[in-house]
Nanobody
Framework: QVQLAESGGGSVRAGGSLRLSCAAS????????MGWFRQAPGKEREGVAGAYIFGGPTYYADSVKGRFTISQDNAKNTVHLQMNSLKPEDTAMYYC???????????????WGQGTQVAVSS
């Protein structure tokens, strides 16, 4: 069983930056694609960014392209999400998720973290 532990998040003013981290308890074939979803109150969950832990193609939602960057530290089974130029509409609970590939991750990831709150004020 893979456990995902998120860190980072918090409150920031618009235009500011935050960095989220997600550490997997172990590496498995079934959890090698890791990334972030977010969900704001009253809205559907949205895939934000994802990547294979050992590198390769990355995924970004159109709403965050050019502002967010996902990176990997495969020695630590960890992915980071650097969020710059934050907007009030980025306010949400951010969840780390993992599965074996992008398709599975995007449509129904098996492994999930507990979530970390991001609040951006105007």
């Amino acid at each position: 069983q893979v456990q995902l532990a998120e860190s980072g998040g918090g409150s920031v003013r618009a235009g500011g930056s935050l960095r989220l981290s997600c550490a997997a308890s172990t590496y498995t074939y079934g959890s090698k694609y890791m990334g972030w979803f977010r969900q704001a109150p009253g809205k559907e969950r949205e895939g934000v960014a994802g990547a294979y832990i050992f590198g390769g193609p990355t995924y970004y939602a159109d709403s965050v392209k050019g502002r967010f960057t996902i990176s990997q530290d495969n020695a630590k089974n960890t992915v980071h999400l650097q969020m710059n130029s934050l907007k009030p509409e980025d306010t949400a609970m951010y969840y780390c998720a993992a599965d074996r590939d992008y398709a599975q991750w995007f449509t129904g990831a098996v492994y999930w973290g507990q979530g970390t709150q991001v609040a951006v004020s105007s």
